[in-house]
């Protein structure tokens, strides 16, 4: 809670996965992705209450062993791989708002950013609080290796050119930052007025490059596992 605001946290894990079997139960360091996302509700300082969505037998049993509560089992048509997260969010506020049970602002950490702290939580959740006209803020990371003013494109001759008109030194390029996934927190009635967690009135909460990393695949995986191993060093 916060300004006597309630939050609630959502963590979203369906059994399904293209790119990576079984990925929400993988186990990184010792534990399945499911955890991570778990600890960092857990640990939070304003997180009133938290739960984990999914159409799984198998992944809600698990996080019921890590005391994170759910309390239903998500329907099919939301646990396919074309299903928004945004109507994952909806179903569970739905869900509450049947119980009588009602939240101010809700968070949503997907398994797939395992590097997201309850610190990074913490300090999204104040700086959102701090900014009056804000109605959310999602994760953000700085462009650094791959600025779309250094994109190239292969022509009708195969040779390759410059997708931009004018190529820039590095020191002219301007900042640019890319949607990073590490984490989602909005007003719930904004939210549930656009729909997203991208609105009109959205700010970023900017998280350095190693925290960044999503796992789509086995490399993403083996990358987030050996930064999680040395994140002391970082």
């Known amino acids: 809670m916060i300004n006597n605001k309630k939050i609630l946290g959502i963590v979203a894990a369906r059994k399904g996965s293209k790119g990576l079997k079984n990925k ?19 640990n939070s300082k304003y997180i009133d209450d938290f739960i984990l969505s999914t159409d799984s037998i198998k992944i809600s049993k698990l996080a019921n062993k890590f005391n994170c509560k759910t309390p239903f089992l998500r329907p099919a048509n939301l646990a ?4 928004s997260s945004i109507d994952v969010v909806i179903h569970a506020l739905n869900y509450f708002k049947s119980k009588n ?34 109605d959310s803020i999602v994760g953000i990371s700085k462009i650094v290796g791959h600025h779309p003013d250094f994109n190239v494109k292969i022509n009708n001759k ?10 820039k030194r590095r020191q002219e390029i301007s900042n640019l930052f890319f949607l990073d996934g590490s984490l989602y927190i909005s007003k719930i009635n904004s939210l549930i007025k656009y729909r997203s967690f991208y609105q009109n009135k959205t700010i970023g909460f900017l ?27 970082l």
């Not at 929400?24 to 857990?42: D, S, V």
């Not at 396919?80 to 299903?83: C, V």
């Not at 993403?220 to 060093?233: G, H, N, P, R």
């Open 24 to 42: 929400n139960l993988l186990k990184l360091n010792g534990y399945p992705l499911i955890y991570w996302p778990i600890k960092a509700f857990k």
């Open 80 to 83: 396919k791989d074309n299903s």
């Open 101 to 134: 049970i009602l939240f101010h602002y809700v968070a949503l950490l997907e398994p797939t950013s395992p590097l997201t702290t309850s610190e990074d939580l913490d300090n999204a959740i104040i700086k959102l609080k701090k900014n009056k006209l804000a």
């Open 158 to 167: 195969s040779f390759i050119e410059f997708a931009t008109k004018k190529i």
């Open 207 to 233: 998280t350095p490059k190693w925290k960044s990393y999503e796992i789509d695949d086995y490399i993403d995986f083996l990358t987030i596992s050996t930064l999680m191993k040395k994140q002391k060093e």
